[in-house]
T-cell receptor, first 114, second 116 residues
Framework: AQSVTQLGSHVSVSEGALVLLRCNYS??????LFWYVQYPNQGLQLLLK??????LVKGINGFEAEFKKSETSFHLTKPSAHMSDAAEYFC????????????FGQGTILTVHP | AAGVIQSPRHLIKEKRETATLKCYPI?????VYWYQQGPGQDPQFLIS???????DKGSIPDRFSAQQFSDYHSELNMSSLELGDSALYFC???????????????FGQGTRLTVV
């Protein structure tokens, strides 16, 4: 069975500060990992995905994540937070057969202060 | 670009009523997934269909059923609704057949179901 754990249900940063959202995974097979963002009352938008190519993955809106097998981690970062980044972020894992059957983490709400 | 379309966006039903949610996938996508997201919860996988056949099943109650039609749209039917069914229901689509396409799942805006 696959699972992901997001450390910290709430993260608060100042505008312009580094954003770091943590995600650790558990998988018996090579995982496919994703980060999704959800704005209030909106659907899930894909930020980036890891599918066993480059371990450093660049996504939209300046976000990136690094796959570290030794640490079973896939943390999401952004060098400089913007007010528009305030949202809930979900880390998710799937097996190779079906990228849409996802197991999500509990989510991290990002608050950005001016 | 066309996205996943879900209807209705909002639905209010009374306990013990039935509800039908519809999902129209991105053109050329052959796979549809349904998720349920309760208040303050992460999305939970319910069921998926590939080429009109059920491909996987998650934590979907027996009171719920779903199908995918010949035009690839999907419907989630929910009967004997309970207060606990109040949630945001997402549909996502992807292409498993065409590996040249991006194969990640694209999500719709969701249907917010409120059971009163």
């Amino acid at each position: 069975a696959q699972s992901v754990t997001q450390l910290g249900s709430h993260v608060s940063v100042s505008e312009g500060a580094l954003v770091l959202l943590r995600c650790n995974y558990s998988s018996s097979v090579p995982p496919y990992l994703f980060w999704y963002v959800q704005y209030p009352n909106q659907g899930l938008q894909l930020l980036l995905k890891y599918t066993s190519a480059a371990t450093l993955v660049k996504g939209i809106n300046g976000f990136e994540a690094e796959f570290k097998k030794s640490e079973t981690s896939f943390h999401l970062t952004k060098p400089s937070a913007h007010m528009s980044d305030a949202a809930e972020y979900f880390c998710a894992v799937s097996d190779s057969a079906s990228y849409g059957k996802l197991t999500f983490g509990q989510g991290t709400i990002l608050t950005v202060h001016p | 670009a066309a996205g996943v379309i879900q209807s209705p966006r909002h639905l209010i039903k009374e306990k013990r009523e039935t509800a039908t949610l519809k999902c129209y996938p991105i053109p050329r996508h052959d796979t549809v997934y349904w998720y349920q997201q309760g208040p303050g919860q992460d999305p939970q996988f319910l069921i998926s269909f590939y080429e009109k056949m059920q491909s996987d099943k998650g934590s979907i109650p027996d009171r719920f059923s779903a199908q995918q039609f010949s035009d690839y749209h999907s419907e989630l039917n929910m009967s004997s609704l309970e207060l606990g069914d109040s949630a945001l229901y997402f549909c996502a689509s992807s292409s498993l057949r065409d590996r040249q396409m991006n194969t990640e799942a694209f999500f719709g805006q969701g249907t917010r179901l409120t059971v009163v």
